[in-house]
Structures are given as structure tokens and as C-alpha cells.
């Protein structure tokens, strides 16, 4: 009963880490609930009434949602900060609270500078945020200047417990964010395997299901090495394991992406494409044999268990012989004499078990540290020396200071979006008054909003339009709820506390979840001020909709950026870092001295990031232009097989130096010509830039690679190893010149 309970914990602890890496959105929500929990309770213990309540409330929630440092020092400072700015923008509302025209060109002003304050990195967000959402706090609760006194109090209160909730309720530390973090991709692998292992036993009709799971196990893994990534400078001190844990989570990472392709292959007809894994709705290959019911099948699923267990298995949990058989029984498969006898691409599956076999353990001892050797089989103990000397080698290699040229005056995105949401506001703040000179806010509150983390104007077409959506159902809900809670007012902060929860655990899934919980609890604040009604809710509804197409007005009308150029920018940086990447992993491979390729590979994962984010508007289901649509997915379908491929060069090339049984190849310098070149004649496409380059299609890499000299041999040992990822990424380049509209080179 005990194993039973524990094996349940695990699998339900796995399931929790994997659905929300590092417990990043749980910790928000506890954090903020904390924060407006401890300033109800200290507010009510010293007997304020019901409107001090409100704005403690929301005060502790901007205190505790807008500082977004990773640093705790750097946090408490800007928490600090945070204070004197709240409480001077407190005082001028309340000031100016019975001069509309003056207090509408200040409120334009702070919307001017806590947008243009984005531009000093989070701190000056931070503040911006703070300075501008008190403001908003003061017209909501009606703070005037007879009681000001009192509500410096309510704000001192907010931020001590915000403070309290930050770095006592609910701490966070770098390096505990990091650790939980580790978990969730050790969780994520592990469910992706268990995705391909549905995948090896799926019925025909149930392959498309089974390969999307894969796809999506896939895309949440790389997610999760990419938040890794994004916290290993904070998280871990030492710069020489900061680099090992990246390269053991790139390594399996890659190795699980390369099993699902293999495993596709083995149940198919013949050999998947690596855009399956990336473009739903694309064409699977022709259906195989596969699933049959052999020897060699029964110890592939049998083997796919095995290194699942591994996975899920921390060496701090002891390790036994049982577990050490199963480690050494997956690590002999890289060694062709242990391969099962079976079909050729079935052993190929075996020999990405191998590999997988090998990222594990390397991932294993990286996170987990020195484990027993004792039951080490001889392929064990190989693979141990192999990551002992890739270990070794790791550290050292010196970034590249970047000296791209900065934008400045309009031209900078802080100072542009700063314009446009002053002019959106001012509109609004128009359109607000002509509503309702009590409630005018609301519509300002939306325009500015809808600029928060927005490039474009289809972004913000899009912020808006969820916005809006979130807004009316949370109306309803508002509706309800209050018809519920009545005039119970700790029944009513209750409600509130459930429904801020809400939202910053949704926050980063659904902008109008969001937005449904956030009106909700706003239907509820009315009422505990005793100025809830149905017309004040459908105002609600009005002043969204008014401040979010104000806001769109703006966008397009004051120093537009559309989507199409945002796009093009950002699709033209993605094939710059690609070229980067593989021109360095190319060299390498070819001989030359070792480079940073992790990190240029990383550059590429984060660039292609920023380019999925900024094709939201192209690529939403609402959107009228279906073809253009779908040329967008097909396009980063293709740019995310690329990167892929350009990931397993790197790694690949980054073994070199240290790998006792491989050797550079001087050829590939010349196979690797033709794909950079590709990429610069569409990149310059993209552009728009003055050029006649061709994309060239002409014979495959491995034709390149033949020997001028009789006797040569055909290949060695590392480009049987990385000539098949560079065929891929040369037919996914060359794929991209049709709907990009490059120019390619006829036939030779």
C-alpha cells in the first residue's frame, strides 16, 4: 500500500511539474493571493472600512504582480522604489481628482512615461506599472485629499505585505526555480515517451492522434529546455556546470526528437520527414506493418518502458541492479553486435534508444551528480568516459559582445509604443468621458493594456479582441457572483482571492481567461462598494470595447508597425542566427577550432520563439485570410525543422574535441556552401535587399561529398553521422524559397 501510494505521488507530483515548469504559475498565484490575504487581515485587525479593504487589495496585487526581477536583492530594491512612486502617484490623483482637464493631461503623462520607462529594462517597467495602476486604484476607489492620510497607510500596508508574501509566504529563490525547472523537463521527457510509446502501438486509424501527441510532447519539451535556459545564469553560480546542464539538456532533447522520427519511420512505408513533427495537418508517410506482434517489437516496447524508468528515476533515489541492468541492456544498443535481429529501420530505432540511452545518463549525472559504477557493463563504462571527457572540455569559449546598432528617437520601440498609447488614451480618455465621466477610465485602462508586450498591430488587434471576449463573459460571471455573495463581504474577498488565483495561473495560457477572471472579481469589488448594478457592468463592456479599438487606432495610425514588417525583421533574424549556426557547426566539423555553438543554437531557439509569437495575428483561427495562414504555419513548420537539424550539427560538432572515435571531415566545408548560401538569398529576399542570388537545388549533399580521387573513401565515420542532417536541413532551406517568393536557379 505504501509503494502504491508513494508510485501515485510521483506520477501526480510529475504530472503538476510538467504542466506548469517550475511551478512558475502556481508560485504567482500563491504569491499575489498571499500578498492581498495578509493586507485584508492586518487592514481589518486595525478597523478599516470597506473602501480602504478594496485598495489594499489591489494595491498589494500591482505590488506583487509588477516587480518581475529574477534577483530577490534586485527585487527588494524595486519593491522599495516602488513605494515612494505609489504613493506620489496616489497624491497627485487625489490632488487632481476635481480638475478633469489637468488630471486627464497627467494621467496621459504617467501613461507616457510608465510605457516609455519599459525601455530601462524590468525595473523601469516595474515602476511604470506600479506608478500608473495606483492611479488607476485612487479613481476606482474615489481617494480624495481629506483622506489621503489613511490611504498612505492602506499602500505602506500593501507593499510590507507584498514584501512578506514575496520573500517569506512564498519564496523563490534562482536556484530553487531552476531545480524545479530540471524536474519538469525530467517530467516532460517522460511523457513524451510515453506518447511515442503510443505511437509504436497505435492502430492505423489512430497514427494522426498518436503523432500529435508526439508533436506536442516534442514542442512542450523544447519549451521547457528553453526556460532552462533562461535561468541558468541566475540559478547556477559556477559558469562551467551552467554550461554542462545546457549541453545535457540540448543533448536529450535531441535524442528524444530523433527516436520519435525513428520510430515514425519503423511503422511506416518509408523514411518521415522531419516537418511531420512540426506542422500539424502535415501528410504522414504511407502506413506500414507496423504494429506487429514479433520479438523484436515486444523488446523495443519493452526497451522504451526501460528508459522511461531511467528518466523518472533520480540517482538520489538510490540506485539498484535492477536499474543498472537496464541501463547497461539500453547502452549496449550502440553497439552494432547487440542490436536484435529485425528490419533495418527498426534497428535504427534500437540505435536511437542507444543514444537516448547516453543523453540520459549524461543528463542524469549532470542534475543529479557522481553515481555507483560498480555494475557498470564495458559500453557503461565507454559512454561514462566519453561525457567525462565532454565534461572536461566544456567552459571557457567567450560570448561574442553584440554591437548591433540601437534604434533611437521614434524609431526605438519603447519611445514608438509610448506615443501610440498616449494618443490611443487620449482618444479614449475623449470616448470615456462621452460614456461616462465617472467611469472613463475603464476605456484607458484597456488601451493601455493592450500595448503591454505587443510589437504590432496585429498583435494588438488580437490583445484586443481577447480582451473584449474576456471582458463579456466575465460580466456574466460577475453577474452571478455577486447575485451570490451579496453584501458578505468576507464571502465577497473570498470570491476575489479565488478569481485573482485564477488569473495569474491562466495569465501566461489565455490572455481572455485572464481577462474572465479579472471582471469577474471587478463585478465583485462593486458590490462591497455598494455601486453594483447591471448598467455599471455593461458599461464595463462599453469602455472595453471603446479603449480596445481606440488602441487599434493608434497602432495604425501613429507610427504604424505591421505585421508584415515585424515579421519580415524577425523571420530575417531567424535565418541570420541560422546561417550562424550552421556555418559554425559546418567549420567545425570540418576541421576548424572549436566555437560556441550551444549558445548560437540557443539564439536560434529564441528567435524563432519571438517570430511564433509575433505570427499569432496570421496565424489565429478568426482570421479571414486562411491561405495567408497557413503559408505562415507552413513556413515556421519548415524554419522549426531547420532549427532542429542546425541543433544536431551543433551537438554533433561539439563532440569532436573531445570523442576518441570520430574525426572532422574537410569536405563538409564544402557541402555546408550551397545551404548558406540558400539561406542568404532568402534572407535578402525577406529583406527586400537589392540582390540577384538563386536558391540553387541541384544534386544531394551526399553527391557533393563524392571523392575526386579514386580509392578515397566515400565517407567517414562523422558524416555518416551528420550527412543525413544536412541533406534535411538543405531540402527544408531550399523548401522555403516557394512561399517566401525567393528566386531559385533553374535546373542545371
Not at 559 to 566: K, Q, S, Y
Request: one cysteine or more.
Amino acid at each position: 500500500m505504501r509503494a502504491a501510494a508513494r508510485a501515485f505521488g510521483t506520477r501526480l507530483l510529475d504530472r503538476v511539474a510538467a504542466s506548469d515548469p517550475g511551478l512558475l504559475r502556481l508560485a504567482a498565484g500563491l504569491r499575489t493571493v498571499g500578498a492581498i490575504a495578509v493586507t485584508l487581515a492586518v487592514l481589518s485587525l486595525l478597523g478599516a472600512d470597506v473602501s480602504h479593504l478594496v485598495a489594499g487589495a489591489i494595491a498589494a496585487m500591482v505590488a506583487t504582480f509588477a516587480v518581475r526581477e529574477k534577483q530577490r536583492d534586485r527585487q527588494a530594491v524595486t519593491l522599495a522604489l516602488g513605494l515612494p512612486v505609489a504613493l506620489a502617484s496616489l497624491s497627485v490623483a487625489a490632488l487632481l481628482s476635481s480638475r478633469t482637464v489637468v488630471g486627464d493631461l497627467f494621467c496621459l503623462a504617467l501613461i507616457f512615461c510608465a510605457v516609455y520607462g519599459r525601455r530601462f529594462g524590468d525595473r523601469g517597467t516595474a515602476l511604470g506599472l506600479i506608478g500608473f495602476q495606483i492611479y488607476f486604484m485612487s479613481l476606482f476607489v474615489g481617494v480624495g485629499t481629506s483622506s489621503l492620510p489613511g490611504y498612505y497607510g492602506v499602500i505602506a500596508v500593501a507593499f510590507a505585505s507584498s514584501a512578506a508574501a514575496r520573500f517569506a509566504l512564498v519564496p523563490q529563490t534562482p536556484t530553487g526555480i531552476l531545480l524545479r525547472l530540471r524536474q519538469a523537463f525530467r517530467a516532460r521527457l517522460a511523457q513524451l515517451l510515453d506518447a511515442q510509446l503510443d505511437l509504436l502501438d497505435a492502430a492505423p486509424d489512430d497514427v494522426v492522434k498518436a503523432v500529435a501527441q508526439v508533436r506536442e510532447g516534442t514542442a512542450r519539451l523544447h519549451e521547457t529546455a528553453m526556460m532552462i535556459q533562461g535561468r541558468l545564469d541566475e540559478g547556477t553560480p559556477d559558469e562551467a556546470v551552467a554550461r554542462l546542464v545546457q549541453r545535457r539538456i540540448a543533448d536529450a532533447e535531441i535524442a528524444a526528437e530523433r527516436l520519435g522520427l525513428l520510430l515514425l519511420t519503423a511503422r511506416s512505408a518509408e523514411r518521415a520527414d522531419t516537418l511531420t513533427m512540426h506542422l500539424p495537418g502535415a501528410l504522414l508517410p504511407e502506413r506500414g506493418r507496423l504494429p506487429v506482434r514479433d520479438e523484436a517489437l515486444e523488446i523495443l516496447r519493452r526497451d522504451l518502458l526501460a528508459l522511461r524508468l531511467l528518466v523518472r528515476h533520480p540517482a538520489a533515489a538510490g540506485s539498484g541492479t535492477a536499474l543498472s541492468q537496464v541501463r547497461n541492456r539500453l547502452l549496449g544498443y550502440r553497439d552494432e553486435e547487440n542490436l536484435p535481429e529485425a528490419p533495418p529501420a527498426v534497428q535504427d530505432v534500437f540505435r536511437g534508444l542507444g543514444e537516448a540511452a547516453r543523453a540520459v545518463l549524461g543528463l542524469r549525472i549532470a542534475l543529479d551528480g557522481p553515481q555507483d559504477e560498480s555494475a557498470d557493463s564495458a559500453e557503461t563504462a565507454r559512454s561514462r568516459e566519453e561525457l567525462d571527457a565532454e565534461d572536461a572540455a566544456i567552459g571557457g569559449a567567450e560570448e561574442d559582445e553584440g554591437t548591433a546598432e540601437q534604434a533611437t528617437g521614434l524609431r526605438r520601440p519603447t519611445t514608438r509604443a509610448a506615443v501610440q498609447v498616449a494618443v490611443g488614451s487620449a482618444l479614449a480618455i475623449v470616448g470615456g468621458e462621452l460614456l461616462s465621466s465617472q467611469r472613463w477610465y475603464w476605456a484607458v485602462l484597456t488601451c493601455w493594456i493592450v500595448f503591454i508586450n505587443t510589437a504590432s498591430t496585429g498583435e494588438i488587434l488580437v490583445k484586443g479582441y481577447r480582451r473584449l471576449l474576456g471582458t463579456v463573459l466575465g460580466v456574466i460571471a460577475g453577474i452571478l457572483l455577486a447575485g451570490v455573495v451579496g453584501h458578505h463581504t468576507w464571502t465577497a474577498f473570498a470570491v476575489v482571492l479565488l478569481c485573482v488565483f485564477a488569473m495569474f495561473y491562466t495569465a501566461p495560457l489565455s490572455y481572455t481567461l485572464m481577462s474572465f477572471f479579472v471582471t469577474a472579481a471587478l463585478g465583485v469589488l462593486y458590490t462591497l462598494l455598494h455601486t453594483y448594478s447591471l448598467s455599471v457592468l455593461a458599461l464595463r463592456v462599453e469602455e472595453t470595447a471603446l479603449g480596445a479599438a481606440c488602441g487599434i487606432v493608434a497602432a495604425a495610425l501613429v507610427l504604424p508597425v505591421h505585421t508584415d514588417r515585424r515579421t519580415n525583421e524577425l523571420l530575417t533574424a531567424v535565418l541570420e542566427r541560422l546561417d550562424e549556426v550552421t556555418e559554425a557547426a559546418v567549420e567545425q566539423l570540418s576541421g576548424a577550432p572549436p566555437a560556441d555553438l550551444l549558445d548560437r543554437a540557443r539564439d536560434l531557439d529564441q528567435a524563432l520563439a519571438d517570430l511564433r509569437a509575433a505570427i499569432q495575428p496570421l496565424t489565429h483561427p478568426v482570421t479571414p485570410l486562411r491561405t495567408r495562414r497557413d503559408t505562415a504555419r507552413y513556413v515556421v513548420a519548415l524554419l522549426e525543422t531547420c532549427a532542429y537539424h542546425a541543433r544536431s550539427l551543433a551537438a554533433t560538432a561539439e563532440l569532436l574535441p573531445t570523442h576518441p572515435s570520430i574525426a572532422a571531415d574537410p569536405r563538409l566545408r564544402r557541402a555546408g556552401q550551397r545551404i548558406r548560401h540558400n539561406i542568404g538569398a532568402i534572407s535578402a529576399r525577406v529583406a527586400q535587399e537589392p540582390s540577384t542570388a538563386e536558391v540553387l537545388a541541384g544534386p544531394s549533399i551526399a553527391a557533393l561529398l563524392e571523392p575526386g580521387v579514386p580509392g578515397t573513401p566515400r565517407y567517414g565515420r562523422v558524416t555518416d553521422r551528420v550527412l543525413r542532417h544536412l541533406q534535411r536541413l538543405d531540402e527544408a532551406v531550399v523548401g522555403l524559397a516557394r512561399p517566401l517568393d525567393a528566386p531559385v536557379a533553374p535546373p542545371q
